[in-house]
Nanobody, 125 residues
């Protein structure tokens, strides 16, 4: 069982930046691939960004390319942390952002075994 906890969401204006975090205790999730997904009201959960287990490989969705970046910190023995740096936010970035972990390097939410509770990001125009 992997427990994930997101933080860092909030209400911002278009053009602002936010950094989301997602933490798992100890080394429970250090060997998984981690990803961010988001879900807007009335829409399906969609892929945002992924990083592989050792942080060497990452990808972001075309819709956020050049604005969002993903990173992870495996060095701390007390927890593993995932980050999503979001710059130049747009109203269409509004939604609940979830972190998930998977044994597969996948853009498909079906492949993800564990999810956090989500953090709300709202971008006003």
């Amino acid at each position: 069982q992997v427990q994930l906890a997101e933080s860092g969401g909030g209400l911002v204006q278009a053009g602002d930046s936010l950094r989301l975090s997602c933490a798992a205790p100890g080394r429970s999730a250090s060997s998984y691939h981690w990803a961010w997904f988001r879900q807007a009201p009335g829409k399906e959960r969609e892929f945002v960004a992924i990083i592989n287990w050792n942080g060497i490989t990452s990808d972001v969705a075309d819709s956020v390319k050049d604005r969002f970046s993903i990173a992870r910190d495996n060095a701390n023995n007390h927890e593993t942390t995932l980050y999503l740096q979001m710059n130049n936010l747009k109203p269409e970035d509004t939604g609940v952002y979830y972190c998930g972990v998977s044994r597969w390097y996948s853009f498909d939410r079906i492949q993800y075994e564990y999810w956090g509770q989500g953090t709300q990001v709202t971008v006003s125009s």
